[in-house]
């Protein structure tokens, strides 16, 4: 009976399916065990060898858990608004729920055809109206909040209206807008509705203000700064802008030190947690206060180092700062203008990592010094941010490396405040050691005395005090965009108010084309039916709304129906909060994001697994809505996320070929890869040397010595093993391709040179996991990608090393069956037998708990190869290594499973216990030697005395065969090592 892996492994994925083999209860006798993995966005590309790699490791993990009796929550859906679907839908009109849902169809196909454990009934989709209006709910409860820094949490926003009433906010600690104006009970009382609203706006954990944004013209939407790579953005490549845009956004700088503190409390790796804290950037220093010279304005900036006050030469304010325009002189306005819009187009995430490049310039204004009132010019560079701190530095050169540069180039005085210290050297001052200068009151001070006198000096001066800052900012939570979740929002007289959660979900309405609009709204600006009307509670055509006239306020005058909000959520919000709707069955799904019930047992996610690319962005912004929902007593925990591990990247190794080309353009002319130098240049004494020249003269190009190469990617399923383009695809491949000449190596071949990078569709050089199942089945593909090395390493891939777990998953069923089929026996296991049967078990168990796939394969590999070689036929032995493998190779260990004359699935056997006893050594294998020379081994009890060893050795007739009657001189004996017979 052949390994015949189509059959086995589409028969077991019908039956797990039917079966329902891996859906989790939510109320069981056995510990629970939560394995999650960052759900995919569902692209029409579909998925390549290297997105499972993370699954499959967790797969191993879920199903290693349900062995260890564990009840296993191992769910997958889909992350399936976003920008990519939208695009799409502009280019063809198609609308994105169309693509999403024929996407989602094809990764669906895939991952089953992988064989994942995934339990399908708690399946999710963000882009599914039951989803997101739970969604749209916590977005409306985080409204309907504000945080109370004295209890350090999140609390209904009805407390604090009660506080205002009762007591003004004068005494209340919360976190909210600098801008927020002091007031009494009764003026509290006194205000009107729509003043009362927006101080409350103020407070409120989400909500609206003018934000620094960056704006992608092209795509006509805000990007976060992880959606801009190189200053444009990640999707497209198109120029991304700063510009002030009203904005909703979430107030996450409420949970800085929480979230901080949290790090502390999970098990990740420390390169994660310490990505996170360098984004919070947490800061200890004091908030000092500038006054602007002829100005009735102050300049706020946030220092670590107070003490070096009397070092400040300049101060810098950042491009966008709301005083620039304010107080610039009119002589430099000109240049100041230049400059602001020439830093527009710069990201954040630039203008932070760009630390050589020196551009500023002076507004014409002064500060003033708080201690002596010396003046103090103010310029604008693009090296300090808006977003961070209060957007301005006072700059202290003598102790900045950025500071001194700056200075240096645009030849700006620097007073020397460090003792003993060369102002070149400034920078690399060892601060702590530091005296400080130039103040009666902090010479002689090392910088921790210096850093406590220039804060209460400070204070009594009323412009300064001790200060913790950190560089997290709000989030901005809109997006221009179509295809995301709208928000619940309607607005009276510019209000924002929250459509009730009882008639939630507000779902997306129909749009002619998914673009702005000519006026610069965002799509849904195009809808024809998006209002919402009051009195009935449902979304009526924009024709009824009554614009305002003469300021009215009454819900009469406007009908009672108002305009819908024209934004819609990021992508990160239904990510932030998935993991607590797959801990709900479908069947309670409809009243709550999740019943207690499910909340209580399941807590939260016991191992995740995902792409370390999400450390500051969505993992964070889960953390944060999870200690919020914990706040308001929504979930019992506050880290969503126990452990996490990041997969390493499975690369591709591209192919690419040789165009020739001539003053900056492609002649159409390509070489064979080893016709080319390591110059990049054909020899001249090469035998193609002629054919090069006469192809460049009917191309027009008669000196070749101006010719050089460059590398064009070429699909890789054109290229066979030994690296052999096939020219007639290249050629069809593409219309620029079609009239391609090729320079061949000397027996016709065309060679392409092969690079590793990162796998990706625009290179080319992606491979289909659908194909290698096709070609050497799931098991080979699951078994290969834990093989390629270590999970959390990028490690390249190579179709052909397939063949060789490919070549185990044979050998293993040849163990099993034979041609006359199942060959196994009730013999009693030998000796060897249980030694490869438990140091397998214990290798394996100790590879999965330590996440080492990798050597887990190899394992294997010896045991099986140790087990051909004993010729073992026991059910004892076999039955228990099929559930070691099953984990790795479910299909082939189910079949085999069944085949043995087991009823249940595998998933259900309970793993198998290591007992040291099967490799603990009772006996030794002793080489006896003659005179150094070893002649025969002999097995002897590792018990034995050396008097009972030499007895038993002289006795033996190999012994008496060797010393032909001779007494020995004497016989040495090492117990447990050898034995040598002196003549």
């Given at each position: 009976?052949?390994?015949?892996?189509?059959?086995?492994?589409?028969h077991?994925?019908?039956?797990?399916?039917?079966?329902?083999?891996?859906?989790?209860?939510?109320?069981?006798?056995?510990?629970?065990?939560?394995?999650?993995?960052?759900?995919?966005?569902?692209?029409?590309a579909?998925?390549?060898?290297?997105?499972?790699?993370?699954?499959?490791?967790?797969?191993?993990?879920?199903?290693?858990?349900r062995?260890?009796?564990f009840?296993?929550?191992?769910?997958?859906?889909?992350?399936?608004?976003?920008?990519?679907?939208?695009?799409?839908a502009?280019?063809?009109?198609?609308?994105?729920?169309?693509?999403?849902?024929?996407?989602?169809?094809?990764?669906?196909?895939?991952?089953?055809?992988?064989?994942?454990?995934?339990?399908?009934?708690?399946?999710?989709?963000?882009?599914?109206?039951?989803?997101?209006?739970?969604?749209?709910?916590?977005?409306?409860?985080?409204?309907?909040?504000?945080?109370?820094?004295?209890?350090?949490?999140?609390?209904?926003?009805?407390?604090?209206?009660?506080?205002?009433?009762?007591?003004?906010?004068?005494?209340?600690?919360?976190?909210?807008d600098?801008?927020?104006?002091?007031?009494?009970?009764?003026?509290?009382?006194?205000?009107?509705?729509?003043?009362?609203?927006?101080?409350?706006?103020?407070?409120?954990?989400?909500?609206?203000?003018?934000?620094?944004?960056?704006?992608?013209?092209?795509?006509?939407?805000?990007?976060?700064?992880?959606?801009?790579?190189?200053?444009?953005?990640?999707?497209?490549?198109?120029?991304?802008?700063?510009k002030?845009?009203?904005?909703?956004?979430?107030?996450i700088?409420?949970y800085a030190?929480?979230?901080?503190?949290?790090?502390?409390?999970?098990?990740?790796?420390?390169?994660?947690?310490?990505?996170q804290?360098?984004?919070?950037?947490?800061?200890?220093?004091?908030?000092?206060?500038f006054n602007?010279?002829?100005h009735?304005e102050?300049?706020?900036?946030?220092?670590?180092?107070?003490?070096?006050?009397f070092?400040?030469?300049?101060?810098?304010?950042?491009?966008?700062?709301?005083?620039?325009?304010?107080?610039?002189?009119?002589?430099?306005?000109?240049?100041?203008?230049?400059?602001?819009?020439?830093?527009?187009?710069?990201?954040?995430?630039?203008?932070m990592?760009?630390?050589?490049?020196?551009s500023?310039?002076?507004?014409?204004?002064?500060?003033?010094?708080?201690?002596?009132?010396?003046?103090?010019?103010?310029?604008?560079?693009?090296?300090v941010?808006?977003?961070?701190?209060?957007?301005a530095?006072?700059?202290?050169?003598?102790?900045?490396?950025?500071?001194?540069?700056?200075?240096?180039?645009?030849?700006?005085?620097?007073?020397?405040?460090?003792e003993g210290?060369?102002?070149?050297?400034?920078?690399?001052?060892?601060?702590?050691?530091?005296v400080?200068?130039?103040?009666?009151?902090l010479?002689?001070?090392?910088?921790?005395?210096?850093?406590?006198?220039?804060?209460?000096?400070?204070?009594?001066?009323?412009?300064?005090?001790?200060?913790?800052?950190?560089?997290?900012?709000d989030?901005?939570?809109?997006r221009?965009?179509?295809?995301?979740?709208?928000?619940?929002?309607?607005?009276?007289?510019?209000?924002?108010?929250?459509?009730?959660?009882?008639?939630?979900?507000?779902t997306?309405?129909?749009v002619?084309?998914?673009?702005?609009?000519?006026?610069?709204?965002?799509?849904?600006?195009?809808?024809?039916?998006?209002?919402?009307?009051?009195?009935?509670?449902?979304?009526?055509?924009?024709?009824?709304?009554?614009?305002?006239?003469?300021?009215?306020?009454?819900?009469?005058?406007?009908?009672?129906?108002?305009?819908?909000?024209?934004?819609?959520?990021?992508?990160?919000?239904g990510?932030?909060?998935?993991?607590?709707?797959?801990?709900?069955?479908?069947?309670?799904?409809?009243?709550?994001?999740?019943?207690?019930?499910?909340?209580?047992?399941?807590?939260?996610?016991?191992?995740?697994?995902?792409?370390?690319?999400?450390?500051?962005?969505?993992?964070?912004y889960?953390?944060?809505?999870?200690?919020?929902?914990?706040?308001?007593?929504?979930?019992?925990?506050?880290?969503?996320?126990?452990?996490?591990?990041?997969?390493?990247?499975?690369?591709?190794?591209?192919?690419?070929?040789?165009?020739?080309i001539?003053?900056g353009?492609?002649?159409?002319?390509?070489?064979?890869?080893?016709?080319?130098?390591?110059?990049?240049?054909?020899?001249?004494?090469?035998?193609?040397?002629?054919?090069?020249?006469?192809?460049?003269?009917d191309?027009?190009?008669?000196?070749?010595?101006?010719?050089?190469?460059?590398?064009?990617?070429?699909?890789?399923?054109?290229?066979?093993?030994?690296?052999?383009?096939?020219?007639?695809?290249f050629?069809?491949?593409?219309?620029?391709?079609?009239?391609?000449?090729?320079?061949?190596?000397?027996?016709?071949?065309?060679?392409?040179?092969?690079?590793?990078?990162k796998?990706?569709?625009?290179?080319?050089?992606?491979?289909?996991?659908?194909?290698?199942?096709?070609?050497?089945?799931?098991?080979?593909?699951?078994?290969?990608?834990?093989?390629?090395?270590?999970?959390?390493?990028?490690?390249?891939?190579n179709?052909?090393?397939?063949t060789?777990?490919?070549?185990?998953?044979?050998?293993?069923?040849?163990l099993?069956?034979?041609?006359?089929?199942?060959?196994?026996?009730?013999?009693?296991p030998?000796?060897?037998?249980?030694?490869?049967?438990?140091?397998?078990?214990?290798?394996?168990?100790?590879?999965?708990?330590?996440?080492?796939?990798?050597?887990?394969?190899?394992?294997?590999?010896?045991?099986?190869?140790?087990?051909t070689?004993?010729?073992?036929?026991?059910?004892?032995i076999?039955?228990?290594?099929?559930?070691?493998?099953?984990?790795?190779?479910?299909?082939?260990?189910?079949?085999?499973?069944?085949?043995?004359?087991?009823?249940?699935?595998?998933?259900?056997?309970?793993?198998?216990?290591?007992?040291?006893?099967?490799?603990?050594?009772?006996?030794?294998?002793?080489?006896?030697?003659?005179?150094?020379?070893?002649?025969?081994?002999?097995?002897?009890?590792?018990?034995?005395?050396?008097?009972?060893?030499?007895?038993?050795?002289?006795?033996?007739?190999?012994?008496?065969?060797?010393?032909?009657?001779?007494?020995?001189?004497?016989?040495?004996?090492?117990?447990?090592?050898?034995?040598?017979?002196?003549?």
């Amino acid at each position: 009976m052949q390994y015949d892996f189509k059959k086995i492994e589409d028969h077991w994925q019908q039956y797990w399916a039917k079966n329902e083999t891996f859906k989790a209860e939510n109320n069981s006798e056995k510990p629970k065990y939560y394995v999650l993995d960052m759900f995919p966005y569902p692209s029409g590309a579909g998925l390549h060898v290297g997105h499972p790699l993370g699954y499959i490791a967790s797969d191993i993990y879920a199903r290693y858990k349900r062995h260890k009796g564990f009840n296993v929550l191992h769910p997958q859906g889909y992350d399936s608004f976003g920008l990519p679907a939208e695009q799409y839908a502009i280019q063809t009109g198609q609308h994105p729920a169309i693509t999403t849902k024929t996407n989602i169809a094809t990764y669906r196909k895939q991952l089953d055809k992988i064989g994942f454990s995934f339990d399908w009934s708690r399946e999710v989709r963000t882009s599914n109206p039951e989803y997101y209006k739970w969604t749209q709910w916590i977005f409306i409860q985080l409204f309907n909040s504000w945080y109370n820094v004295d209890t350090d949490q999140a609390e209904d926003i009805s407390t604090l209206e009660t506080l205002f009433s009762s007591e003004g906010n004068t005494t209340v600690n919360a976190v909210c807008d600098e801008t927020v104006e002091t007031f009494s009970a009764e003026e509290w009382q006194a205000f009107s509705s729509e003043k009362q609203q927006d101080i409350l706006l103020k407070y409120r954990l989400t909500y609206l203000a003018e934000t620094e944004v960056n704006w992608c013209p092209a795509l006509g939407t805000v990007l976060a700064n992880d959606e801009i790579v190189n200053g444009v953005s990640e999707r497209g490549g198109h120029p991304v802008v700063r510009k002030k845009m009203t904005q909703w956004s979430m107030r996450i700088s409420a949970y800085a030190e929480r979230l901080l503190q949290g790090l502390d409390s999970i098990d990740w790796t420390d390169a994660l947690k310490e990505s996170q804290r360098n984004w919070i950037g947490k800061s200890v220093g004091a908030s000092v206060t500038f006054n602007v010279k002829d100005h009735n304005e102050t300049i706020e900036v946030f220092t670590t180092r107070p003490d070096t006050i009397f070092g400040v030469s300049f101060m810098t304010l950042a491009p966008e700062h709301d005083l620039v325009s304010k107080i610039t002189t009119p002589e430099q306005k000109d240049e100041v203008n230049a400059y602001i819009e020439a830093t527009a187009k710069r990201s954040e995430r630039d203008r932070m990592a760009d630390v050589k490049t020196i551009s500023g310039a002076f507004i014409g204004a002064y500060a003033e010094h708080p201690f002596t009132k010396e003046p103090i010019p103010i310029w604008i560079g693009d090296y300090v941010l808006a977003s961070y701190g209060t957007g301005a530095v006072m700059a202290v050169p003598c102790g900045d490396q950025r500071d001194y540069d700056f200075a240096k180039h645009f030849n700006i005085e620097i007073p020397n405040i460090f003792e003993g210290v060369d102002i070149s050297e400034a920078a690399f001052a060892d601060k702590e050691k530091t005296v400080i200068a130039n103040s009666d009151f902090l010479n002689g001070m090392n910088y921790k005395k210096a850093t406590k006198r220039a804060i209460f000096e400070l204070e009594q001066i009323g412009q300064g005090q001790g200060k913790t800052n950190y560089r997290l900012r709000d989030a901005v939570f809109s997006r221009q965009r179509y295809w995301g979740e709208p928000f619940p929002v309607y607005y009276v007289n510019g209000m924002p108010q929250m459509i009730d959660q009882k008639h939630l979900p507000i779902t997306l309405p129909e749009v002619e084309k998914y673009l702005p609009t000519e006026t610069g709204e965002p799509p849904l600006g195009r809808a024809d039916v998006w209002a919402w009307d009051t009195k009935n509670n449902k979304i009526v055509s924009n024709d009824l709304v009554i614009p305002t006239e003469g300021g009215t306020t009454d819900e009469e005058s406007h009908n009672g129906i108002y305009p819908l909000e024209l934004n819609t959520m990021p992508g990160w919000a239904g990510s932030s909060w998935y993991f607590f709707r797959y801990m709900e069955e479908q069947a309670n799904r409809g009243n709550a994001f999740a019943t207690e019930d499910a909340l209580n047992y399941w807590e939260n996610v016991d191992l995740y697994i995902g792409g370390s690319e999400h450390a500051t962005g969505h993992l964070l912004y889960a953390r944060f809505w999870t200690k919020f929902l914990k706040d308001r007593h929504f979930v019992n925990v506050d880290e969503p996320f126990k452990k996490l591990i990041n997969q390493g990247m499975i690369l591709g190794t591209s192919a690419f070929v040789f165009e020739a080309i001539h003053d900056g353009k492609g002649l159409g002319i390509y070489l064979s890869s080893d016709l080319i130098n390591s110059s990049d240049y054909i020899s001249s004494e090469s035998s193609k040397w002629e054919e090069f020249k006469n192809e460049c003269s009917d191309k027009g190009v008669n000196d070749t010595s101006k010719v050089t190469f460059r590398q064009i990617h070429a699909d890789v399923s054109f290229v066979n093993a030994s690296d052999e383009l096939d020219t007639e695809a290249f050629k069809n491949w593409r219309p620029e391709f079609k009239d391609a000449v090729f320079i061949t190596e000397e027996d016709g071949t065309f060679k392409v040179n092969r690079e590793v990078e990162k796998m990706s569709k625009s290179k080319y050089n992606v491979v289909n996991p659908d194909q290698i199942c096709e070609d050497y089945g799931a098991d080979s593909l699951r078994l290969y990608e834990m093989f390629l090395g270590p999970l959390e390493q990028a490690k390249p891939w190579n179709t052909a090393g397939i063949t060789g777990v490919h070549g185990f998953l044979k050998k293993l069923w040849k163990l099993y069956v034979d041609d006359n089929g199942l060959k196994i026996t009730d013999a009693e296991p030998t000796k060897d037998n249980l030694k490869t049967l438990h140091k397998t078990i214990k290798k394996v168990e100790e590879d999965i708990e330590n996440f080492s796939f990798n050597t887990s394969v190899s394992t294997f590999m010896i045991a099986v190869n140790e087990l051909t070689a004993q010729k073992c036929t026991s059910r004892d032995i076999l039955q228990p290594l099929l559930i070691l493998v099953s984990p790795y190779a479910p299909h082939i260990a189910e079949e085999l499973w069944h085949q043995l004359g087991n009823e249940m699935s595998i998933s259900t056997a309970p793993f198998p216990v290591f007992e040291e006893k099967h490799l603990v050594e009772s006996s030794k294998n002793y080489p006896i030697s003659f005179n150094g020379k070893m002649r025969f081994t002999l097995e002897l009890p590792l018990d034995m005395s050396k008097d009972e060893i030499e007895k038993t050795v002289m006795a033996h007739e190999k012994t008496q065969e060797q010393l032909q009657g001779r007494t020995p001189k004497k016989v040495i004996i090492v117990p447990g090592k050898i034995v040598n017979i002196v003549g």
